[in-house]
């Protein structure tokens, strides 16, 4: 039962999940943009308060219990002690969603009241079915991962996310044509994701049908409930760091405008506007957490190598990828934001805050493949102490702030939060590593890179803002502006990242997609000579 990973299990396994995180992005934006349309910024407001409860659930069992279950199993002498294993983990969190489901409803007014909104409670206790699909969803995806065997995992996910959307677009549409309130139009669209939960089950049951065979061997149970609780934790915790701080917002930021003085409405429609950043963040570290994902398996195997370079160029050039493509997609989108903003969201208001909210993305882009390393090596203890001192300033930075600087003051808090956590997880892992991660040609290549894409992206904006887009319709030529500058901006950045040489032909080949970028950067090289 013991997994064998080497490079070509990992490329093929971190082209999978490439694959399929890029698909369940690229769906996660066409319905969250579709639906602030539809319901507007406060209905908006209403579905991303009560979304963090329903996102840890998913993110800890989706990830890091299938993970822990992937592992527990990979590691057994034979196929009855993994059958057994298996068993346990589907009791063990069975008990765990049973357990939040009835503590959900119980307490749904509770949590309501105390977001400051008591109508959110329905919406709350809707969030309590999906937790009932969690026992088969984590247990058979870490039975998948534990064979190596991506691809369920992957069509589930896709699966789940493609249901999801369908489901919640058709259901809003459907709900304000009948003009529902906006809180039962939330309630539909949470429905949405029991429904995607469903059918990534019923996906992976599929793959899964007359596979289980032998019977159960014995095993040491309270040892096995021990690893999959740390496990889990341990993986789900980088993953899950985003959701907390919109669960930290989801209990304070509201709270705190109302009693700055903002009306209900006012507090929810800016509220509603400051949310607008999360779906833009989640794009902007695709490539940090899919790198982060796929790199744990790897790290771990070759850190236990006696002979070699060992883990050592995996990870300066995870680090260096994140890194890279983490900073230049906050650049980006900072350089695009107010046209974007009113592209994806129907007007430009908060985009101030937004270009705040969104330098998130580099800092989680360096946080996440860090703490995937140091969880790859069995360091995980430290890592979560500063996601939980993290997640304190989070709090203790939006009461100094919010009510100073409103939504801003939000952002600037998130930022301070992933900035003590980043830095600190730096520190730890020089403590651990004597590595350098980088030389200085690189980051003085991503800086000229950068400042070139900037000076160009700004220009072209210029440009096309007073002569050759101003007699277009303004959402129209918000988002003619922001889809040429984002297409001028990446080939600017690549052009000059590969003109540069920040990354190495034999590295660009080890990542995923990046042979054809090999290639350029061979022929850009080639002309030189």
């Not at 006012?266 to 607008?276: E, F, N, P, S, T």
């Not at 909210?357 to 890592?383: D, E, H, N, R, Y």
């Not at 220009?459 to 007073?466: F, M």
């Not at 988002?479 to 500058?485: E, F, K, P, Q, V």
Request: aromatic letters at 12%; proline letters at 3%.
């Amino acid at each position: 039962m013991t997994q064998q990973w080497n490079m070509k299990t990992f490329m093929k396994g971190a082209s999978i999940l490439t694959i399929s995180a890029i698909v369940v992005k690229i769906l996660s934006a066409v319905y969250r943009v579709p639906f602030q349309n539809l319901v507007g910024d406060k209905g908006f407001y209403i579905y991303q308060q009560v979304y963090p409860i329903i996102g840890i659930f998913v993110v800890w069992t989706s990830y890091g219990f299938s993970a822990a279950v992937s592992k527990v199993m990979a590691s057994s002498s034979n196929r009855d002690e993994a059958n057994a294993k298996m068993a346990i983990a589907f009791y063990v969190l069975t008990f765990v969603s049973l357990a939040v489901f009835i503590f959900l409803l119980v307490f749904a007014q509770f949590l309501a009241n105390a977001m400051g909104d008591p109508e959110l409670a329905p919406l709350i206790r809707v969030c309590a079915a999906i937790i009932l699909m969690m026992p088969a969803l984590g247990t058979l995806k870490g039975v998948f991962q534990s064979e190596g065997r991506m691809v369920p995992v992957a069509v589930s996910n896709v699966g789940e996310q493609a249901f999801r959307v369908i489901v919640i677009l058709c259901g809003t549409w459907l709900a304000v044509r009948s003009s529902a309130s906006l809180y039962k139009t939330g309630e539909v669209a949470i429905w949405g994701t029991v429904v995607g939960q469903a059918a990534g089950v019923i996906i992976l049951v599929l793959y899964f049908r007359n596979r289980f065979k032998g019977e159960q061997g014995k095993v040491n149970r309270w040892a096995v409930v021990k690893d999959l609780a740390v496990i889990s934790v341990s993986v789900s915790a980088s993953a899950l760091i985003l959701l907390l701080f919109q669960l930290i917002d989801s209990f304070t930021v509201y709270k705190l405008l109302l009693a700055s003085g903002y009306s209900s409405n006012d507090a929810m429609v800016l509220k509603g506007i400051y949310d607008r950043g999360q779906p833009l963040v989640q794009m902007g570290i695709l490539v940090a957490s899919t790198l982060a994902l796929a790199i744990v398996p790897l790290i771990s195997h070759q850190a236990s190598k006696k002979q070699g370079r060992g883990a050592e160029p995996y990870i300066r050039l995870t680090f260096r990828t994140a890194l890279l493509f983490g900073w230049a997609a906050t650049i980006g989108l900072m350089l695009i934001l107010p046209a974007a903003n009113e592209m994806l969201f129907e007007t430009k208001d908060g985009s101030e805050a937004l270009m705040i909210f969104v330098m998130q993305i580099f800092w989680c882009s360096l946080l996440l493949p860090l703490t995937a390393i140091l969880q790859g090596a069995g360091k995980v203890k430290v890592p979560i102490l500063l996601f939980l001192a993290g997640m304190s300033c989070k709090v203790i930075a939006n009461y100094l702030l919010v009510p100073h600087f409103s939504i801003t003051g939000a952002a600037i808090a998130g930022n301070f939060g992933f900035v003590v956590i980043a830095l600190g997880i730096i520190f730890y892992f020089k403590k651990i590593w004597a590595l350098q991660l980088a030389s200085r040609h690189f980051y003085r290549s991503v800086l000229v890179a950068t400042a070139l894409m900037s000076v160009v992206v700004l220009s072209w904006q210029l440009l096309a803002d007073g002569f050759i887009f101003d007699n277009f319709p303004s959402r129209v030529g918000a988002m003619l502006i922001a889809m040429t500058s984002i297409a001028i901006g990446a080939i600017t950045f690549l052009f000059m990242t590969m003109k540069l040489r920040v990354l190495a032909e034999r590295e660009w080949y080890l990542l995923p997609f990046g042979k054809r970028l090999a290639i350029v950067q061979l022929k850009l090289h080639k002309k030189k000579r």
